[in-house]
T-cell receptor, first 112, second 112 residues
Framework: DVKVTQSSRYLVKRTGEKVFLECVQDMDHENMFWYRQDPGLGLRLIYFSYDVKMKEKGDIPEGYSVSREKKERFSLILESASTNQTSMYLC???????????FGSGTRLTVV | GNSVTQMEGPVTLSEEAFLTINCTYTATGYPSLFWYVQYPGEGLQLLLKATKADDKGSNKGFEATYRKETTSFHLEKGSVQVSDSAVYFCALRHNAGNMLTFGGGTRLMVKP
């Protein structure tokens, strides 16, 4: 089975801190995604990447950046964390040509 | 653009009751449709999918039929169990694209 691993289940950070959320997948998928999940809003796409060093903005990229230096790893960066970035963050991956996505277990980030 | 609307929850049912969670979508062309499930404390898992009109996706007793005429993909189960308590997300992916668009999620609570 494909595995998508997010490095932290829970994080608490202070306003203004730079925050790194890490995601690693073990099945050589080309495509990786970062979503945030908020009650009533479902999942909203922040950024995605279809290849190493390639990235595309999703629906809500403001305040975030991403890095994909290796195929298996996709990092989400909060340059200066703010309280409105308190949320559940979900990483996903997909192989081109396949319809299914595999999600990680999520990182619940609280910014205080 | 693409959008997905699903009924707001929570939906509270007794064990063995019949479940319907409504989902309608807006998209051009012929998207693929999905239901994902998120159990407490976990990431999203693919529950079922359908890729063309009149297809029926099914898994674990859940079913959903791709209805192009009503742009719907309602989730049904004939007899729910306590273990089905989770949040259910309807989603679509346009076949020419790479991204999933999610509905807001519906929390299901099943009581013994």
């Amino acid at each position: 089975d494909v595995k998508v691993t997010q490095s932290s289940r829970y994080l608490v950070k202070r306003t203004g801190e730079k925050v790194f959320l890490e995601c690693v997948q073990d099945m050589d998928h080309e495509n990786m995604f970062w979503y945030r999940q908020d009650p009533g809003l479902g999942l909203r796409l922040i950024y995605f990447s279809y290849d190493v060093k390639m990235k595309e903005k999703g629906d809500i990229p403001e305040g975030y950046s991403v890095s994909r230096e290796k195929k298996e790893r996709f990092s989400l960066i909060l340059e200066s964390a703010s309280t409105n970035q308190t949320s559940m963050y979900l990483c996903a991956s997909r192989s081109t040509g396949m319809r299914g996505y595999t999600f990680g277990s999520g990182t619940r980030l609280t910014v205080v | 653009g693409n959008s997905v609307t699903q009924m707001e929850g929570p939906v509270t049912l007794s064990e063995e009751a019949f479940l319907t969670i409504n989902c309608t979508y807006t998209a051009t062309g012929y998207p693929s449709l999905f239901w994902y499930v998120q159990y407490p404390g976990e990431g999203l898992q693919l529950l079922l999918k359908a890729t063309k009109a009149d297809d029926k996706g099914s898994n674990k007793g859940f079913e959903a039929t791709y209805r192009k005429e009503t742009t719907s993909f309602h989730l049904e189960k004939g007899s729910v169990q306590v273990s089905d308590s989770a949040v259910y997300f309807c989603a679509l992916r346009h076949n020419a694209g790479n991204m999933l668009t999610f509905g807001g999620g519906t929390r299901l609570m099943v009581k013994p």
